[in-house]
T-cell receptor, first 113, second 113 residues
Framework: KQEVTQIPAALSVPEGENLVLNCSFT??????LQWFRQDPGKGLTSLLL?????REQTSGRLNASLDKSSGRSTLYIAASQPGDSATYLC????????????FGKGTHLIIQP | DGGITQSPKYLFRKEGQNVTLSCEQN?????MYWYRQDPGQGLRLIYY???????QKGDIAEGYSVSREKKESFPLTVTSAQKNPTAFYLC????????????FGPGTRLTVL
């Protein structure tokens, strides 16, 4: 059974720092990996989608990498801002077809002004 | 505006009652999903549907039921058989190939009184 782990569970850094969030998964036979942002009491906002054949994706100040063989992904946030404060969730595509995602528990990020 | 809507935003239920959560999308997506989120836990898959008139159980389907009579609608019924229904419920959709991005609605918070 696929398990997804996110480290650290919580992180607090001063504004302007570059930071890395980690995600690991136990079964390398994934279809894709998706990073989300969740603000308190809200739904999920998709940040980046990496297909299993890709190594990385970039969007603005965000860069996500994928190493299937080692079961790891990282989300790099450059020049952090207070508006980046949120919970970041990593999820891997499961099975064949549109079978849903398996989620980690998230990293709660606070950017101090 | 294309997107996913969920209603109601907050729902209160007495023990022993069935309640139905609404999820509608106008993205023309084939696949739709229901997840449950509890404090300190990752999202868990309840049910998913890859096409109209077809749906599959996820990891925690017991005590829940769904229907998919229309492409744009995927309502979730929380039955009295669900032992611990208080949670945040999130609906999502995707194009349906299994490698595509999932988009989420704003969620419904269900509280059992």
């Amino acid at each position: 059974k696929q398990e997804v782990t996110q480290i650290p569970a919580a992180l607090s850094v001063p504004e302007g720092e570059n930071l890395v969030l980690n995600c690991s998964f136990t079964d390398s036979a994934i279809y894709n990996l998706q990073w989300f942002r969740q603000d308190p009491g809200k739904g999920l906002t998709s940040l980046l989608l990496i297909q299993s054949s890709q190594r990385e994706q970039t969007s603005g100040r965000l860069n996500a990498s994928l190493d299937k063989s080692s079961g790891r992904s990282t989300l790099y946030i450059a020049a952090s801002q207070p508006g980046d404060s949120a919970t970041y969730l990593c999820a891997v595509g499961r099975g064949g077809g549109a079978d849903g995602l398996t989620f980690g528990k998230g990293t709660h990020l606070i950017i101090q002004p | 505006d294309g997107g996913i809507t969920q209603s109601p935003k907050y729902l209160f239920r007495k023990e022993g009652q069935n309640v139905t959560l609404s999820c509608e999308q106008n993205l023309n997506h084939d696949a739709m999903y229901w997840y449950r989120q509890d404090p300190g836990q990752g999202l868990r898959l309840i049910y998913y549907s890859q096409i109209v008139n077809d749906f599959q159980k996820g990891d925690i389907a017991e005590g829940y039921s769904v229907s998919r009579e229309k492409k744009e609608s995927f309502p979730l019924t929380v039955t009295s058989a669900q032992k611990n229904p208080t949670a945040f419920y999130l609906c999502a959709s995707s194009i349906g190939t299994g490698m595509d991005e999932q988009f989420f609605g704003p969620g419904t918070r269900l509280t059992v009184l």
